[in-house]
């Protein structure tokens, strides 16, 4: 993992910030949406192929929404490479991974995924500000 730092980022940040990816995991790994969306601030955007949300409250209802139905039985993973200090309390997180269908151990091809993760200082607390994620291999 590179840090390119516009502003300095402790080491303690830069551990507090790659943690988040793993919150986002463990949610997804019990099908916790609430959970899931606990990670955003309250009026956060998540933004996958073909869906706009705004707000905790929609990041929830989408993800219990895809954990009973298309993401059931899923889990999902995220691996940071790249975090870049924007303004103190701002962070940008790249992270490279996707969902892993039932059984799997690495993510296939075809759902590989590149995201960024807009993350904000609350309270002593990183959330995502923003969330975006693109498929990696369009081939």
Known sequence: MTSEATV???AEDQAAVAAVP????AA?????????AAAFVEDGTLILP???LAGRAEVESFMARGFAG???????????FRITGLADG???LLTKGGVLAPGE???AQEREIRASWLLVRRNGEWL????QNTPANLA
Do not use: M, N
């Open 105 to 107: 151990s690495e993510v």
């Open 8 to 10: 300095t980022i402790s």
């Open 50 to 52: 073909g869906v706009s």
């Open 90 to 92: 701002v962070v940008l």
């Open 28 to 36: 997804w790994a019990e099908h916790d949406a609430a959970a899931f």
């Open 70 to 80: 298309p993401y059931k039985g899923t889990r999902v993973t995220g691996t940071p």
């Open 22 to 25: 793993q919150r986002i995991t």
């Open 128 to 131: 995502l500000a923003a969330y």
